[in-house]
């Protein structure tokens, strides 16, 4: 799948987008590789698995971050969390384990788990298939 899944803007305004350290290093094997193309007026970014973008962590960051989706279970919550979260973000609304996303071959599924999540601004309370078209949408 080359489109991304934009997490950020994703958790709007003040919230904290801050990765889990065993999905952010470079050097580790776990993250497939990815295309850098120079497009010329601008940087092309591609990989051939699923993957959220966060677009920083606040109104003037400018730091793009790519997190490839593992195969089966990415859990986002609070730092604060009885069991540990692999994306953890906060903020106002943001419960200790606030959703999940599964990754089943490649078929991706956000899961609120009962909590408040929205793609596009339009509420989800059931487990929802993330498409191409879905993922160029704001998710939480």
């Known amino acids: 799948m080359t489109e991304v899944a934009k997490c950020a803007s994703v958790m709007e305004s003040e919230m904290m987008f801050k990765p889990e350290l065993d999905q952010m290093r470079l050097s580790e094997p776990k993250s497939p590789p990815l295309d850098l193309i120079d497009t010329g007026k601008g940087l092309k970014v591609q990989t051939a698995t699923p993957h959220l973008v966060s677009l920083?962590?606040?109104?003037?960051?400018?730091?793009?971050?790519?997190?490839?989706?593992?195969?089966?279970?990415?859990?986002?919550?609070?730092?604060?969390?009885?069991?540990?979260?692999?994306?953890?973000?906060?903020?106002?609304?943001?419960?200790?384990?606030?959703?999940?996303?599964?990754?089943?071959g490649g078929v991706v599924t956000l899961d609120p788990c009962g909590h408040l999540c929205s793609l596009d601004g339009v509420q989800v309370t059931v487990p929802t298939p993330l498409t191409q078209v879905v993922w160029n949408s704001k998710l939480l």
Do not use: F
């Open 56 to 104: 920083g962590s606040g109104r003037l960051s400018v730091a793009i971050t790519l997190l490839p989706l593992k195969e089966g279970v990415t859990r986002i919550g609070r730092e604060d969390a009885p069991v540990p979260q692999d994306i953890t973000i906060q903020g106002p609304g943001i419960e200790a384990e606030h959703c999940l996303i599964l990754n089943e």
